[in-house]
T-cell receptor, first 116, second 115 residues
Framework: GAVVSQHPSRVICKSGTSVKIECRSL??????MFWYRQFPKKSLMLMAT?????????EQGVEKDKFLINHASLTLSTLTVTSAHPEDSSFYIC????????????FGPGTRLTVT | AQTVTQSQPEMSVQEAETVTLSCTYD???????LFWYKQPPSRQMILVIR??????QNATENRFSVNFQKAAKSFSLKISDSQLGDAAMYFC????????????FGAGTILRVKS
């Protein structure tokens, strides 16, 4: 199968600090990676799409300077939440798609971010 | 823009019974993909089933099958012989073939399985 990992699974940070979340495709090359945010019992909200080696495409209303996305290799994308505030507390999920893995997106297990 | 609607916020089913989750979508495209994803309490998103719009035959995966009605823009999921492990939030999702790789998700349906 296609496995996607995320690290860390949980993180607590203080208001004003930055936190980085990693997303890795373990057994395939991810030409495209996606970052989502999910509130409790709600649907996934797409934040941005990133292709390896190019700048991420952000969805309307998502602050690109606050949510920095880097897709430096075909197996790794990172999301950095800069100057985090309590309202950034949420569940962040990444997914990946490989050109040889069909049209599906394969999801990571998610990261619970709590900003105090 | 495409939209996906899941009109059932919650559903319940008795163990071993059959349940159908509804999904409708709106698009002007003729070719696209439709998916059902499952999110159990662990919150790991799991692909349940996929349907290509150009295929008339309904997709099946073991106890999971879909009723794809292209003209009606309907894509329901049937779960047969429900098991306790089927309890989860189920999301219907649409993927355009024209407008990139993005998935458009419905609001989700919480499925409870009673023993």
């Amino acid at each position: 199968g296609a496995v996607v990992s995320q690290h860390p699974s949980r993180v607590i940070c203080k208001s004003g600090t930055s936190v980085k979340i990693e997303c890795r495709s373990l057994d395939f090359q991810a030409t495209t990676m996606f970052w989502y945010r999910q509130f409790p019992k709600k649907s996934l909200m797409l934040m941005a799409t990133s292709n390896e080696g190019s700048k991420a495409t952000y969805e309307q209303g998502v602050e690109k300077d606050k949510f920095l996305i880097n897709h430096a290799s075909l197996t790794l994308s990172t999301l950095t939440v800069t100057s985090a505030h309590p309202e950034d507390s949420s569940f962040y999920i990444c997914s990946a798609r490989g050109h040889d893995r069909g049209p599906e997106q394969y999801f990571g297990p998610g990261t619970r971010l709590t900003v105090t | 823009a495409q939209t996906v609607t899941q009109s059932q916020p919650e559903m319940s089913v008795q163990e071993a019974e059959t349940v159908t989750l509804s999904c409708t979508y709106d698009t002007s495209e003729s070719d696209y993909y439709l998916f059902w994803y499952k999110q159990p309490p662990s919150r790991q998103m799991i692909l349940v089933i996929r349907q290509e719009a150009y295929k008339q035959q309904n997709a099946t995966e073991n106890r999971f099958s879909v009723n794809f009605q292209k003209a009606a823009k309907s894509f329901s999921l049937k779960i047969s012989d429900s098991q306790l492990g089927d309890a989860a939030m189920y999301f219907c999702a649409y993927r355009s073939l024209v407008y990139g790789n993005k998935l458009v998700f419905g609001a989700g349906t919480i499925l409870r399985v009673k023993s």
